[in-house]
């Protein structure tokens, strides 16, 4: 007689814990600790794979066992390289063993893997448990071994289908809960994290608490910052000198010492590359009047070389604008002169004249100069 692949009692266990961790408060990924050990899992991530025309544009990650610095590579740029994401879309919810998804030939010869797998130590053997998918998002947890641990073998993938419905249902209840424990620091988080403009907060002993995805990749570039455990860095002395003393400014802020003088926190820093330079604001971070909460600095990242593409759509919306003056308004938020808008557009110089005056009539700017100021502060 062939032994059974599970063990009933096993299965019965790890999901009555998994089920009931969750529902005492603890978060979905601790909670997976024991099942991602019983796997003899490297880590273990929880992904929110976000598409467009079926490619993955982006990602949000959660995992243990893995940097937060490789789950941010990974969520803001590696996912749209990757095989298994793209395929895992295709899929139905369940256990997907990564070879199933992908074959192992295809996937050691993909880009994702020689240029930033393999280099990161990420994992290499995966089980997937596929909880949801779209044509927009798919929600998954992935189990990882590395390259040079032994793949999962079937009594792996049984033991995960086993208990994919407690897997499942612990998925939606955490899902539910996180949404009722919410409160306005997270929501904040995330609405730094979705800004254009780098972000990095700093506690008051100067130390790197957060960075958003916007100034990782502006770090990234190596071309004039860096982020380091005190946050942003540079190389001229003179200027780091200039940066130390506006972080120095906002925190003094925040301890209520002095009152932040604009130009106190406000430097550029330029770039080897030749771009445009960055512009460094440092601005105080205050807790809630009488609440012992975060006191630190913001310091906020502008990418002079950032070209502003505004939707048309939007500007049509917000402001009652014609398809054509619309245009024109995305146009020179983007750089481009009236009158190369006009040769692009196949009008006359006269007509873009005429545009250019019923979107200052419609915004209520007076000036070419005012209307360019109100585009920039509008979202790209």
Same mark, same amino acid.
């Given at each position: 007689?062939?032994?059974?692949?599970?063990?009933?009692?096993?299965?019965?266990?790890?999901?009555?814990?998994?089920?009931?961790?969750?529902?005492?408060?603890?978060?979905?990924?601790?909670?997976?600790?024991?099942?991602? =050990?019983?796997?003899?899992? *490297? *880590?273990?991530?929880?992904?929110?794979?976000?598409?467009?025309?079926?490619?993955?544009?982006?990602?949000?990650?959660?995992?243990?066992?893995?940097?937060?610095?490789?789950?941010?590579?990974? =969520?803001?740029?590696?996912?749209?390289?990757?095989?298994?994401?793209?395929?895992?879309?295709?899929?139905?919810?369940?256990?997907?063993?990564?070879?199933?998804?992908?074959?192992?030939?295809?996937?050691? #010869? *993909?880009?994702?893997?020689?240029?930033?797998?393999?280099?990161?130590?990420?994992?290499?053997? @995966?089980?997937?448990?596929?909880?949801?998918?779209?044509?927009?998002?798919?929600?998954?947890?992935?189990?990882?071994?590395?390259?040079?641990?032994?793949?999962? *073998? =079937? #009594?792996?993938? #049984?033991?995960?289908? $086993?208990?994919?419905?407690?897997?499942?249902?612990?998925?939606?209840?955490?899902?539910?809960?996180?949404?009722?424990?919410?409160?306005?620091?997270?929501?904040?988080?995330?609405?730094?994290?979705?800004?254009?403009?780098?972000?990095?907060?700093?506690?008051?002993?100067?130390?790197?608490?957060?960075?958003?995805?916007?100034?990782?990749?502006? =770090?990234?570039?190596?071309?004039?910052?860096?982020?380091?455990?005190?946050?942003?860095?540079?190389?001229?002395?003179?200027?780091?000198?200039?940066?130390?003393?506006?972080? @120095?400014?906002?925190?003094?802020? #925040?301890?209520?010492?002095?009152?932040?003088?604009?130009?106190?926190?406000?430097?550029?820093?330029?770039?080897? $590359?030749?771009?445009?330079?960055?512009?460094?604001?440092?601005?105080?971070?205050?807790?809630?009047?009488? $609440?012992?909460?975060?006191?630190?600095?913001?310091?906020?990242?502008?990418?002079?070389?950032?070209?502003?593409?505004?939707?048309?759509?939007?500007?049509?919306?917000?402001?009652?604008?014609?398809?054509?003056?619309?245009?024109?308004?995305?146009?020179?938020?983007?750089?481009?002169?009236?009158?190369?808008?006009?040769?692009?557009?196949?009008? $006359?110089?006269?007509?873009?004249?005429?545009?250019?005056?019923?979107?200052?009539?419609?915004?209520?700017?007076?000036?070419?100069?005012?209307?360019?100021?109100?585009?920039?502060?509008?979202?790209?």
């Amino acid at each position: 007689m062939v032994a059974p692949l599970v063990d009933t009692a096993e299965v019965t266990h790890l999901g009555l814990d998994l089920f009931r961790s969750v529902l005492d408060g603890q978060k979905l990924l601790p909670a997976l600790a024991p099942l991602a =050990a019983r796997l003899r899992a *490297s *880590s273990h991530m929880l992904h929110l794979v976000r598409y467009r025309d079926g490619r993955p544009t982006g990602s949000r990650s959660e995992g243990l066992g893995n940097s937060a610095e490789m789950r941010a590579a990974y =969520a803001d740029h590696w996912v749209r390289f990757c095989p298994r994401a793209r395929a895992v879309r295709a899929a139905n919810p369940g256990v997907h063993h990564g070879s199933d998804l992908v074959p192992v030939a295809t996937w050691r #010869a *993909s880009r994702f893997w020689a240029e930033w797998g393999r280099p990161s130590g990420a994992g290499f053997h @995966t089980l997937t448990v596929l909880f949801r998918t779209g044509s927009d998002s798919t929600d998954s947890l992935a189990f990882h071994r590395r390259e040079d641990e032994a793949p999962f *073998s =079937a #009594a792996d993938h #049984a033991l995960l289908q $086993s208990v994919f419905g407690d897997l499942r249902r612990a998925f939606e209840a955490d899902t539910r809960l996180a949404a009722a424990r919410e409160g306005p620091e997270e929501a904040a988080r995330r609405g730094l994290e979705a800004m254009a403009d780098g972000i990095a907060l700093l506690d008051a002993d100067r130390g790197l608490v957060f960075a958003n995805p916007a100034l990782r990749r502006m =770090a990234a570039q190596n071309d004039g910052i860096r982020l380091g455990a005190d946050g942003v860095e540079v190389q001229d002395p003179a200027l780091r000198l200039a940066l130390s003393r506006a972080v @120095t400014a906002a925190l003094a802020a #925040a301890a209520g010492k002095v009152g932040l003088l604009e130009t106190a926190g406000t430097l550029a820093i330029p770039r080897p $590359s030749g771009r445009a330079h960055y512009l460094l604001r440092a601005l105080p971070v205050l807790p809630q009047p009488g $609440s012992a909460g975060f006191r630190g600095a913001m310091l906020q990242v502008v990418d002079g070389a950032r070209t502003l593409r505004i939707n048309p759509a939007l500007l049509a919306r917000m402001f009652g604008l014609t398809p054509a003056e619309a245009a024109l308004a995305g146009a020179l938020a983007a750089g481009r002169s009236l009158a190369e808008h006009a040769a692009r557009r196949g009008v $006359s110089v006269e007509t873009a004249r005429s545009h250019m005056a019923a979107i200052r009539r419609k915004t209520g700017c007076r000036r070419q100069a005012d209307l360019a100021a109100l585009l920039a502060r509008l979202p790209g």
